[in-house]
């Protein structure tokens, strides 16, 4: 079988399933694990822009794709060129056993893929009750940007007994957020992810500055990796652990 992988998580999942370059025929640049093994598969353009001549010249049997990370015409023009295709559509850490098993049954792996479902959920089963405080993942600064309590970055919060606002509802579910609005919604504590933007420490003290500004006590502010919050997939049981034991120390 050959793959295309437009899903950086998902392409670092196959690669956890035991497939290799030679099933996975293309990637984006943003595909980056495991680094042993990804340079190895071409790149066939970034998950917003794919290069459809790219795709076509891998000669894929399926294309994998997320619901909001890939555009829906490049869906489309995989159907009309007779491509299979696998889309996620994850928004809760809890969703991503079975869409593993689903994925695995596509890659024929449903072995390897039940494991680490399996996993997952004995992860989840075994999250800690912590003190109900409400939190926010910060994924922009300038301007400042949070994900909400609908998206999987939320969710991977609220699987640790964190209450994720929803800020905006009828937005995009990443809202520019301000120091009144959190703190008109009770924000006790904001992670600052790795990425899209690499929060500094610099960063984290002007936005306790912001704060102290407006004459408001500043949240607790925590620095952790952002693929944490947003690698879906095989890193989901290293995600949970590695932010369970953050909020343990904190």
């Not at 800690?128 to 926010?136: S, T, V």
């Not at 579910?173 to 006790?188: A, F, Q």
């Not at 990425?195 to 500094?200: A, D, Q, V």
């Amino acid at each position: 079988m050959r793959i295309v992988s437009l899903v950086p998580s998902l392409t670092l999942t196959l690669f956890d399933f035991g497939l290799d370059a030679k099933s996975i025929v293309g990637r984006t640049p943003w595909c980056i694990h495991p680094a042993a093994s990804v340079n190895e598969v071409p790149v066939v353009g970034g998950t917003k822009t794919p290069t459809l001549s790219k795709i076509e010249a891998a000669q894929p049997d399926l294309v994998v794709m997320d619901k909001d990370e890939n555009p829906k015409a490049v869906y489309e023009w995989c159907l009309e060129q007779g491509y299979s295709t696998f889309v996620c559509d994850v928004r809760h850490p809890r969703d991503v056993p079975n869409m593993l098993r689903a994925l695995g049954e596509a890659v024929q792996c449903s072995k390897v893929a039940e494991s680490l479902a399996c996993s997952i959920e004995l992860t989840l089963a075994e999250a800690p009750e912590i003190q109900r405080r409400r939190a926010l993942p910060l994924i922009w600064y300038k301007p400042l940007m949070a994900a909400n309590g609908t998206t999987y970055a939320g969710n991977m919060l609220a699987s640790l007994g964190y209450e994720v606002p929803d800020i905006e509802p009828e937005g995009t579910g990443y809202p520019e957020v301000t120091p009144e609005l959190m703190v008109e919604h009770g924000i006790n504590d904001l992670f600052l992810s790795s990425e899209p933007h690499e929060f500094t420490p610099e960063d984290g003290q002007a936005i306790e500055a912001s704060f102290r500004s407006k004459g408001f006590e500043s949240p607790a502010i925590h620095f952790i990796d952002g693929e944490d919050l947003t690698w879906m997939g095989s890193h989901t049981d290293v995600a949970l652990r590695r932010l369970r034991k953050h909020v343990i120390r904190t």
